[in-house]
């Protein structure tokens, strides 16, 4: 999936909920991400790839 920004997502599903995202971006960029009721900030370098777990 591509977000605004240019950024690749991937998501692992565990037990009907997200569980894991990667992100993956050809810049560097910082972003905020809200799942599952939990928010987290990243940023992302270029070409880097950025794993976040929502438990």
Not at 34 to 44: M, Y
């Amino acid at each position: 999936m591509k977000a605004q920004g240019d950024i690749t997502v991937d998501f692992e599903w565990r037990e009907g909920r997200i569980h894991r995202v990667r992100l993956c971006s050809s810049r560097e960029q910082k972003v905020t991400l809200e799942c599952n009721g939990i928010s987290k900030t990243v940023f992302l370098k270029p070409d880097g790839t950025e794993n976040m777990i929502f438990d």
